[in-house]
């Protein structure tokens, strides 16, 4: 599976998970103190509301929940297809999420947690995007099967079995990427609080524009990627 990668899949994966990485930063530096990027925490805020009786709560969590998951129905819609290739409307689906990250910043600054589903939304975006090629599940906002993966790579390595060295330079690119994402995350949120956002919005859109750019420019190319 993952030998039929392109080559512009690791690159662009590691990208994102940097962006995720300073997103979720901000998350659990700012006033709510939680995950944006992914919803095994949030699903769990969730529960322990929901046993608490904290309506409150649950009305919150919940929404995150629903934003996230709004965020990868809109994905869908707009990739329309499981593989990953060039000539797919990728643009489109980086610059909404550019946009989402750079309305959530003013929202977040006056303590609105709209900016919270806001962020989620394009997390959402971000990771339905990239989730999965030909079967391969590549996951760019959250980690714990990508590490579960190379775990398993490492204890067949242990017992002689081989391994593909290009899934696990692909997957160790995507952790390393994440981590590095964040301690930017933090260091530009400890600088400029919230509006430390307008960086994973401006790259995300960045992207998107010139690749859209790039797609318009090369009309067979968008053609053969379908």
């Not at 401006?202 to 968008?222: C, E, F, M, N, W």
Request: proline share 2%; hydrophobic share 50%; with cysteine.
């Amino acid at each position: 599976m993952f030998a039929k990668l392109p080559r512009w899949v690791l690159g662009g994966g590691a990208l994102l998970a940097f962006v995720a990485g300073i997103v979720n930063a901000c998350g659990f530096l700012g006033v709510q103190h939680q995950g944006i990027t992914h919803l095994t925490g949030t699903t769990t805020l969730l529960g322990i509301a929901v046993g608490g009786r904290d309506v409150a709560g649950v009305l919150h969590f919940a929404a995150l929940i629903g934003a996230f998951m709004a965020g990868c129905v809109a994905s869908g819609a707009i990739v329309q297809d499981s593989t990953l290739r060039l000539g797919r409307r990728y643009g489109v689906v980086l610059v909404i999420e550019g946009v989402l990250l750079a309305l959530a910043v003013p929202l977040l600054v006056r303590g609105d947690v709209s900016g919270d589903y806001l962020a989620s939304a394009a997390c959402g975006l971000q990771n339905a995007m990239a989730s999965t090629y030909s079967g391969a599940v590549l996951r760019t906002t959250h980690f714990s099967g990508t590490l579960t993966d190379l775990g398993i790579f490492l204890g067949h390595r242990l017992r002689g079995l081989p391994v593909d060295a290009r899934r696990v330079r692909l997957l160790l690119s995507l952790v390393l990427a994440f981590l590095c994402g964040a301690v930017a995350g933090t260091w530009l949120f400890a600088r400029l609080g919230y509006a430390a956002l307008y960086v994973p919005a401006a790259a995300t859109a960045a992207i998107g524009s010139v690749y859209g750019v790039y797609q318009h420019l090369h009309p067979q190319r968008r053609r053969a990627g379908g």
